[in-house]
């Protein structure tokens, strides 16, 4: 069974930065595609960021340019930097674990879910 558990999420203005990290457990986390997906109250869950195994990353456009998800194989840890912050970017974010998938895969097909770090953004 795979465990995953994310940290770094809180409270921060517009414009500042949040890291978050997320630790796998129970598979070979070098082979498997990591990501990040959040969810804005009454909002669908959205891909933000993923990273396959061999380094390849995806963006959702809104996270293009202020984003930047990188993966610590030695460590078993995601993680996602986020700079320039918007009050939009205020959402439950969510690690997730797939064999293969891009922010365009669908939430519901993904087979493994972090609890969720909630990230809020005033202005």
């Known amino acids: 069974q795979v465990h995953l558990v994310e940290s770094g999420g809180g409270s921060v203005q517009s414009g500042g930065s949040l890291r978050l990290s997320c630790t796998a457990s129970?598979?070979?986390?070098?082979?498997?595609?990591m990501g990040w997906f959040r969810q804005a109250p009454g909002k669908e869950r959205e891909g933000v960021a993923t990273i396959a195994s061999d380094g390849s990353t995806s963006y959702a456009d809104s996270a293009k340019g202020r984003f930047t998800i990188s993966r610590d194989n030695a460590k078993n840890t995601l993680y996602l930097q986020m700079n320039s912050l918007k009050p939009e970017d205020t959402a439950m974010y969510y690690c997730?674990?797939?064999?293969?998938?891009?922010?365009?895969?669908?939430?519901?097909?993904?087979?493994?879910w972090g609890q969720g770090t909630q990230v809020t953004v005033s202005s």
């Open positions: 129970g598979y070979t986390y070098s082979t498997i595609t």
């Open positions: 997730a674990a797939h064999p293969l998938m891009s922010v365009r895969t669908g939430w519901g097909m993904i087979r493994y």
